[in-house]
């Protein structure tokens, strides 16, 4: 399997792993100036990389928080994990929000958030009348305390 990367900007960093064993790939601003973040405010951070994933049939590219900035600096994805199907060749964005009361600035070359690969299933849709019972049942929220 083999993550293939297209730069869209020669500033572009590449995704890496820091560690041998890290699950996700550092992604990183590539910005042509530094972009503040208000307290409350969502932006998008552009990364000036396209990205395509060969050898696996089914599988996602999930953007995750960078712990380090979203338990220091209080900046975590906006829609908490983002989705890149990869079925998708344009510019990969990070939508960061800042859940702070701080102002944060983003520098270009940043680490802002991390990929992870995930393989998908996609089962086929059949309604039913009924579901097979299980000893839960219908309890929701707080049912198995």
């Known amino acids: 399997m083999k993550l293939l990367i297209k730069k869209l900007n020669d500033r572009a960093t590449l995704p890496k792993r820091a560690t041998p064993e890290s699950a996700g790939y ?3 601003a590539c910005l042509a100036e530094p972009l503040e973040v208000k307290a409350g405010q969502t932006v998008k951070v552009p990364t000036g990389l396209s990205m395509a994933v060969e050898g696996i049939e089914k599988c996602v590219l999930l953007i995750y928080a960078r712990s380090s ?3 220091k600096f209080g900046l975590a994805p906006a829609n908490c994990v983002g989705v890149v199907d990869t079925d998708y060749r344009g510019e990969v964005l990070v939508a960061l929000h800042n859940h702070s009361d701080q102002d944060y600035t ?3 070359g940043e680490r802002v958030a991390q990929l992870v690969v995930t393989p998908i299933y996609t089962p086929d849709v059949e309604e039913r009348d009924e ?3 299980t000893e839960r049942g219908t ?5 198995t305390n």
Request: aromatic share 6%.
């Open 131 to 133: 579901l097979l019972d």
């Open 69 to 71: 900035l979203a338990t």
């Open 139 to 143: 309890g929701g929220f707080g049912s």
């Open 26 to 28: 550092d992604l990183s």
């Open 106 to 108: 983003i520098n270009d």
